[in-house]
């Protein structure tokens, strides 16, 4: 009788990446309906349609490019892409800038760099900063919470919008949008107030905006979920949440007036989010155990440097795509100690 | 005892009760045995029978040439037909040269020259080892190490412990399991011989913690054990009458300690049971015996004992027959040679579509094409497994670098970078990274959610860097001869040159004679002087050769950069010698294949290029 001679292990495999995107997806969902549930709609509407574009990209450059088509799809991680994206775009931002975003994201930063596997930075956050900079007044206007706002826009209107680029009839993009803690705090510092007196403030809760510390918890679960089925490892959330928290501890206790508390800086923007979601990219991330850890703290320091003294209130993007850059080196100086060999790396 | 933790490293399924439920099969004699004249790590033996010969059970039929290979013994009686290629059992799916026996159903033991030894405290290391030797034994775990080699450490490297590697890590097998099950007292004699042949004090018996019912009876064989051997002693004491005698503490044996250790795979890989059980690490290019410490199965160790005390040889083993495509997993006793298709029929025969039939285990086995093949030494277990119990599509996507395969590399390896440098063919790097510390586990290939078979990866960097190796050993063979000849050339040259200006210079003074008998004095007294230190100028010019040679290693580019270089150093030479008058005595050395004076060509290591490649430096 003669058999297969394929080569080993003769078991089941343990993973496939396709499963491994399809948990880090469901990991996203309880932050995502957090941010529906306050934000509006028009979250949902930036997801559908970043994924819909990303996944069309996707496919078109995969075809493009003489491959099996369908079996890429599988891997779903042009969903990841696309909703990571999602998330980062403002709620009722016009389609075009969904578009362009995934555009870049899936075409230039995916594909141009040879696909799953070989793009050097994180292909999200290039879409995400190629329409921060290419539509920044459309960038810049986040819905105000549900709570806030007297008429929140419907589930029809919000693709309305979306789809137009122009508000219902009747509303004011000055009514329904508002300035997120970060704007807040970075507008109101520099016109001279102090933390405290910022925080004064009726919108902010225990560590900064409600909406913003509600949905960062969901995001926490959601990649705590991932730590916990081995998805990712803690190298780097830890590491990005860690330095973030100390480097803002540090400026705190010596001039609490002028610099916002760690939680703050923690609960803000995306830093959750980016710690869990976006830093922990394997493909563009460093790969030694050491080096992820160098790579988190060093987004984290980043994040502070840029909120604190850049010229965008929020930074996870920048942060992320700046390590990016350093991930090789990092890989390359951060070997770790081979079983039995000496620690200075010889025999 | 204190336990260790080695980094990485799978909880896998375990899959053993499946084939330990059912008892130990002895199979019978096959109508036809196929016996590989090649079954170790090392040289093919050379066949001491012909086609037509009539052989006994146990005759030794191949031969070992090479210090590093084991005899091959016939596994029954009757009659060689054939000495033929025939299937076996190898990844590379090819034939080799088999002993094809038609035996005579008598199963008649022949003369083994193997007497037994039930007196084995008494004998020599030396003897003990040689009688592995004869009886052709390897490392029955699967590497197939000849046995005796292993039992032969270093000088100067006092080896104080055995242990008994009982892991049996790999899901399936439960062969080494069933052994110990059955046999307990034979592999702790194994363990007591060969610790005797060591001079080892401590036997270190380790067992995964899965195997309880193996544990149990090794610990009752060794109360058992134990009280005999204190009932002898007693005896002695008695028969001694009050007078005390040294005998029995001379001969005491060593002390065996069974220890359980955690089940893990790959736990039973040398390195990692080493470290579990001391906490100390093998040096990367060191051995155990550089701790002090030699592993052996115990399969291996019953089959030392069979060999000693019976003066058996190795003609037969337990073989694992299981997975989800054979209908009654079991474990069988089978005789070397023996087809495969006879043990699946033990078995039960196949289950329904079946699509792979492994040797060894799921993790580090390979596939087989052909169930014709025959058992052979190493052949622990037969994995057959249908499409869904494997479900490796085959689709392989692009590594994400998710750093998995590095969570789970018991070398601390980044399998991920390996796999980069491989794939790229950039050599020197993955070297670097430590790709010769990789044990081949196949942990990463398991948890990798790529799908990419990794270990082939690494399988195909070592072998092509092997190969590089050897090439540039050829390539420096042929250089050297080539310079060896041109410097020849050249002094015959010259010597032609000079011999033709003296006889010019002997014509022109040939009328005042009493100048001519002393002037041709000098050259006369250096040729004397020359001839009668025809040594000296020989080991002159090996050393010479030897610096030159490791001059040549020492640069990188060698063909870039040490061409000039070694070409003014061969003229400098050549110039110096001439002066001395020396250079005809160098002759025998030239004629002389250089490269086996050197040594450079014999040291340079074939397995660990990396590793020794600076060794080499230093030594020139």
């Given at each position: 009788m003669?058999?297969?001679?394929?080569?080993?292990?003769?078991?089941?495999?343990?993973?496939s990446v396709?499963?491994?995107?399809?948990?880090?997806?469901y990991?996203?969902?309880p932050?995502?309906?957090?941010?529906?549930?306050f934000?509006?709609?028009?979250?949902?509407?930036?997801v559908?349609?970043?994924?819909?574009?990303?996944?069309?990209?996707?496919?078109?450059?995969v075809h493009?490019?003489?491959?099996?088509?369908g079996?890429?799809?599988?891997?779903?991680?042009?969903?990841?892409?696309?909703?990571?994206?999602?998330?980062a775009?403002p709620?009722l931002?016009?389609?075009?800038?969904?578009?362009?975003?995934?555009a870049?994201?899936i075409?230039?930063?995916?594909?141009?760099?040879g696909?799953?596997?070989?793009?050097?930075?994180?292909?999200?956050?290039?879409?995400?900063?190629?329409?921060?900079?290419?539509?920044?007044?459309?960038?810049s206007?986040?819905?105000?919470?549900?709570?806030?706002?007297?008429?929140?826009?419907?589930?029809?209107?919000?693709?309305?919008?979306?789809l137009?680029g122009?508000?219902?009839?009747?509303?004011?993009?000055?009514?329904?949008?508002?300035?997120?803690?970060?704007?807040?705090m970075?507008?109101?510092?520099v016109?001279?107030?102090?933390?405290?007196?910022?925080?004064?403030?009726?919108?902010?809760?225990?560590?900064?905006?409600?909406e913003?510390?509600?949905?960062g918890?969901?995001?926490?679960?959601?990649g705590?979920?991932l730590?916990?089925?081995?998805v990712?490892?803690?190298?780097?959330?830890?590491?990005?949440l860690l330095s973030?928290?100390?480097?803002?501890?540090?400026?705190?206790?010596?001039?609490?007036?002028?610099?916002?508390?760690?939680?703050f800086?923690?609960?803000?923007?995306?830093?959750?989010?980016?710690a869990?979601?976006?830093?922990?990219?394997?493909?563009?991330?460093?790969t030694?155990?050491?080096?992820?850890?160098l790579?988190?703290?060093?987004?984290?320091?980043?994040?502070?440097?840029?909120r604190?003294?850049?010229?965008y209130?929020?930074?996870?993007?920048?942060?992320?795509?700046?390590?990016?850059?350093?991930?090789?080196?990092?890989?390359?100086?951060?070997?770790?100690r081979?079983?039995?060999?000496?620690?200075?790396?010889?025999g | 005892?204190?336990?260790?933790?080695f980094h990485?490293?799978?909880?896998?399924?375990?899959?053993?009760?499946?084939?330990?439920e059912r008892?130990?099969?002895v199979?019978?004699?096959?109508?036809?045995?196929?016996?590989?004249?090649?079954?170790?790590?090392?040289?093919?033996?050379?066949?001491l029978?012909?086609?037509?010969?009539?052989?006994?059970?146990?005759?030794?039929i191949?031969?070992?040439k090479?210090y590093?290979?084991a005899?091959?013994h016939?596994?029954s009686?009757?009659?060689?037909?054939a000495?033929a290629?025939?299937p076996?059992?190898?990844?590379?799916g090819l034939?080799?040269?088999?002993?094809?026996?038609?035996?005579d159903?008598?199963d008649?033991w022949?003369?083994?020259?193997?007497?037994a030894?039930?007196?084995?405290?008494d004998?020599e290391?030396r003897?003990?080892?040689?009688?592995?030797?004869?009886?052709?034994?390897?490392?029955?775990?699967?590497a197939?190490?000849?046995?005796?080699?292993k039992?032969?450490?270093?000088?100067?490297?006092?080896i104080?412990?055995?242990?008994?590697?009982?892991?049996?890590?790999?899901?399936?097998?439960?062969?080494d399991?069933?052994?110990?099950?059955?046999?307990?007292?034979?592999?702790l004699?194994?363990?007591?011989?060969?610790?005797?042949?060591?001079?080892?004090?401590q036997?270190?018996?380790?067992?995964?913690?899965n195997k309880?019912?193996?544990?149990?009876?090794?610990?009752?064989?060794l109360?058992r054990?134990?009280?005999e051997?204190?009932?002898?002693?007693?005896?002695?004491?008695?028969?001694?009458?009050?007078?005390?005698?040294?005998?029995?503490?001379q001969?005491?044996?060593?002390?065996i300690?069974?220890?359980?250790?955690?089940?893990?795979?790959?736990?039973?890989?040398?390195?990692?049971l080493?470290?579990?059980?001391?906490?100390?690490?093998?040096?990367?290019?060191?051995?155990?015996?550089?701790?002090g410490?030699?592993?052996?199965?115990?399969?291996t160790l019953?089959?030392?004992?069979?060999a000693?005390?019976?003066?058996?040889?190795?003609?037969?083993?337990?073989v694992?027959?299981?997975?989800?495509?054979?209908?009654?997993?079991?474990?069988?006793?089978?005789?070397?040679?023996?087809?495969?298709?006879?043990?699946?029929?033990a078995?039960?025969?196949?289950?329904?579509?079946?699509?792979r039939?492994?040797?060894?285990?799921?993790?580090?086995?390979?596939?087989?094409?052909?169930?014709?093949?025959?058992?052979?030494?190493?052949?622990n277990?037969?994995?057959?497994t249908r499409?869904?119990?494997?479900?490796r599509?085959?689709?392989?996507?692009?590594?994400i670098r998710?750093?998995?395969?590095?969570?789970?590399c018991?070398a601390?390896l980044?399998?991920q970078?390996l796999?980069?440098?491989?794939?790229s063919?950039n050599?020197d790097?993955?070297?670097?990274?430590?790709?010769?510390d990789c044990?081949?586990?196949?942990?990463?290939?398991?948890?990798?959610?790529?799908?990419?078979p990794?270990?082939q990866?690494?399988?195909f960097?070592?072998?092509?860097?092997w190969?590089?190796?050897?090439?540039?050993e050829k390539?420096?063979?042929?250089?050297?001869?080539?310079?060896?000849?041109?410097?020849?050339?050249?002094?015959?040259e010259?010597?032609k040159?000079e011999r033709?200006?003296?006889?010019?210079?002997?014509?022109?003074?040939?009328?005042?004679?009493?100048?001519?008998?002393?002037?041709?004095?000098a050259p006369?007294?250096?040729?004397?002087?020359a001839?009668?230190d025809?040594?000296?100028?020989i080991?002159d010019?090996?050393?010479?050769?030897?610096?030159?040679?490791?001059?040549?290693a020492?640069?990188?580019?060698?063909?870039?950069?040490?061409?000039?270089?070694?070409?003014?150093g061969?003229?400098?030479?050549?110039?110096a010698?001439?002066?001395?008058?020396?250079?005809?005595?160098?002759?025998?050395?030239a004629?002389a294949?250089p490269?086996?004076?050197?040594?450079?060509?014999?040291?340079?290591?074939?397995r660990?290029?990396?590793?020794v490649?600076?060794?080499?430096?230093?030594?020139?």
């Amino acid at each position: 009788m003669r058999f297969e001679t394929r080569t080993s292990p003769h078991l089941v495999p343990d993973h496939s990446v396709g499963a491994v995107m399809r948990q880090v997806l469901y990991a996203l969902v309880p932050g995502t309906l957090a941010m529906t549930w306050f934000f509006g709609w028009g979250v949902l509407v930036n997801v559908v349609l970043a994924v819909l574009f990303s996944v069309l990209f996707e496919a078109l450059m995969v075809h493009l490019r003489g491959r099996p088509v369908g079996a890429t799809l599988e891997d779903y991680s042009a969903v990841v892409a696309g909703w990571l994206l999602a998330l980062a775009i403002p709620p009722l931002a016009p389609f075009w800038v969904v578009l362009t975003g995934a555009a870049f994201a899936i075409v230039v930063a995916k594909h141009l760099y040879g696909g799953l596997g070989y793009n050097p930075f994180n292909p999200a956050m290039v879409g995400y900063v190629v329409v921060l900079v290419s539509f920044p007044r459309a960038m810049s206007l986040w819905p105000a919470p549900y709570g806030i706002i007297d008429a929140p826009l419907t589930f029809l209107q919000s693709w309305q919008t979306a789809l137009t680029g122009q508000l219902p009839a009747g509303l004011q993009w000055d009514a329904i949008t508002r300035a997120s803690p970060l704007d807040l705090m970075r507008e109101s510092l520099v016109s001279g107030q102090t933390v405290e007196e910022i925080r004064q403030s009726p919108v902010f809760g225990s560590f900064t905006e409600h909406e913003w510390e509600w949905t960062g918890n969901l995001f926490l679960l959601g990649g705590l979920w991932l730590l916990y089925r081995r998805v990712i490892s803690w190298h780097i959330p830890v590491a990005v949440l860690l330095s973030l928290a100390t480097i803002a501890g540090l400026f705190w206790i010596i001039d609490p007036d002028h610099f916002a508390s760690p939680a703050f800086h923690v609960f803000s923007g995306a830093a959750i989010l980016g710690a869990f979601f976006i830093a922990t990219d394997p493909v563009s991330a460093a790969t030694t155990p050491m080096g992820r850890i160098l790579y988190g703290a060093g987004i984290g320091l980043l994040i502070y440097v840029i909120r604190t003294w850049g010229g965008y209130p929020d930074a996870v993007a920048f942060a992320v795509l700046l390590m990016n850059m350093v991930a090789p080196t990092l890989d390359h100086y951060t070997r770790p100690r081979i079983f039995g060999h000496s620690r200075d790396g010889h025999g | 005892m204190q336990l260790h933790r080695f980094h990485g490293g799978l909880k896998l399924p375990s899959h053993k009760a499946e084939s330990t439920e059912r008892p130990l099969r002895v199979l019978g004699v096959p109508q036809t045995l196929y016996v590989p004249l090649s079954q170790h790590i090392g040289e093919p033996t050379e066949p001491l029978v012909q086609p037509g010969d009539r052989v006994e059970k146990g005759q030794r039929i191949g031969q070992a040439k090479d210090y590093i290979a084991a005899h091959v013994h016939a596994p029954s009686s009757g009659r060689v037909v054939a000495i033929a290629e025939h299937p076996i059992p190898h990844p590379s799916g090819l034939s080799a040269p088999c002993i094809v026996i038609e035996t005579d159903a008598q199963d008649h033991w022949g003369d083994t020259g193997m007497p037994a030894w039930p007196d084995w405290r008494d004998r020599e290391a030396r003897a003990l080892r040689e009688r592995v030797r004869d009886a052709g034994i390897v490392g029955l775990g699967g590497a197939a190490f000849p046995t005796a080699v292993k039992l032969n450490p270093r000088p100067g490297k006092p080896i104080h412990t055995l242990v008994v590697n009982g892991a049996e890590c790999e899901p399936y097998i439960t062969c080494d399991d069933l052994l110990m099950q059955t046999h307990p007292e034979a592999v702790l004699e194994g363990a007591r011989i060969v610790a005797h042949l060591l001079g080892a004090e401590q036997v270190l018996f380790a067992i995964e913690d899965n195997k309880p019912e193996a544990l149990r009876r090794l610990t009752e064989a060794l109360a058992r054990l134990e009280a005999e051997a204190q009932g002898s002693d007693q005896a002695q004491a008695n028969a001694s009458a009050g007078t005390r005698s040294e005998a029995p503490s001379q001969h005491r044996d060593a002390s065996i300690q069974l220890v359980a250790i955690p089940s893990r795979y790959p736990t039973g890989g040398e390195r990692q049971l080493i470290h579990v059980l001391t906490g100390r690490e093998v040096p990367s290019a060191g051995l155990p015996a550089d701790l002090g410490i030699i592993c052996h199965n115990p399969g291996t160790l019953k089959a030392v004992r069979d060999a000693v005390l019976h003066g058996r040889p190795l003609i037969s083993r337990i073989v694992t027959v299981t997975g989800p495509g054979v209908r009654e997993p079991r474990n069988v006793e089978a005789l070397i040679g023996t087809p495969f298709a006879d043990l699946i029929v033990a078995a039960g025969g196949y289950a329904e579509g079946v699509d792979r039939l492994v040797m060894g285990g799921p993790m580090m086995g390979f596939a087989i094409h052909d169930d014709a093949v025959p058992v052979i030494k190493g052949s622990n277990c037969l994995l057959v497994t249908r499409p869904q119990d494997t479900a490796r599509s085959g689709a392989v996507l692009p590594c994400i670098r998710c750093g998995e395969c590095t969570r789970v590399c018991p070398a601390n390896l980044l399998p991920q970078q390996l796999y980069w440098f491989a794939k790229s063919k950039n050599f020197d790097t993955i070297q670097d990274y430590g790709l010769f510390d990789c044990i081949e586990c196949g942990c990463c290939a398991q948890v990798c959610p790529s799908n990419i078979p990794l270990v082939q990866y690494y399988r195909f960097g070592k072998q092509e860097i092997w190969n590089r190796e050897k090439e540039r050993e050829k390539a420096d063979l042929a250089r050297v001869r080539f310079e060896f000849r041109q410097e020849r050339q050249e002094r015959e040259e010259r010597e032609k040159a000079e011999r033709l200006a003296r006889k010019k210079a002997m014509l022109a003074k040939k009328e005042p004679g009493s100048a001519a008998e002393t002037e041709p004095g000098a050259p006369a007294a250096s040729g004397t002087g020359a001839a009668a230190d025809p040594k000296a100028a020989i080991a002159d010019a090996i050393e010479r050769a030897r610096a030159r040679k490791a001059a040549q290693a020492a640069d990188a580019d060698a063909d870039a950069g040490t061409g000039p270089e070694s070409e003014s150093g061969s003229r400098t030479e050549t110039g110096a010698g001439s002066d001395t008058g020396a250079r005809p005595e160098t002759r025998p050395g030239a004629g002389a294949p250089p490269a086996s004076d050197n040594g450079a060509a014999s040291d340079t290591p074939v397995r660990r290029p990396a590793a020794v490649a600076p060794a080499e430096k230093s030594g020139g």
